[in-house]
């Protein structure tokens, strides 16, 4: 009777370790899982940024202005331009 009272306090034991071990690891992983649902959000906010500042750099008008000021390109003059029909190639 003494030695059966001692293995059901040892497997007792060890079964409330198991479910404190089980119960860390679960909220660690809500945690983890509650930290990356954030980072995703966070991200899709990046994303969107990113898309309405290419969209602004790709204007033609920011475009030409760059072109202009930074790059120093102008137009091509009409007289030195060549005209090639179609089909015809050098």
């Known amino acids: 009777m003494l030695r059966t009272n001692f ?6 034991i060890v079964c409330a370790l198991s479910l404190v071990t089980s119960q860390h690891r679960t ?12 980072r995703a959000g966070a991200l899709d906010v990046e994303y969107g940024q990113l898309q309405l500042e290419q969209s602004t750099r790709a ?3 920011n475009v030409e202005r760059i072109a202009t000021e930074k790059l120093r390109l102008r137009p091509a003059d009409t007289s030195r331009t ?3 029909p179609a089909g015809e190639r050098k």
């Open 59 to 61: 204007l033609h008008a």
């Open 27 to 38: 909220r660690r992983m809500v945690t983890q899982y509650e930290h990356e649902v954030a």
């Open 7 to 12: 293995i059901l306090i040892a497997v007792l």
């Open 82 to 84: 060549i005209i090639l």
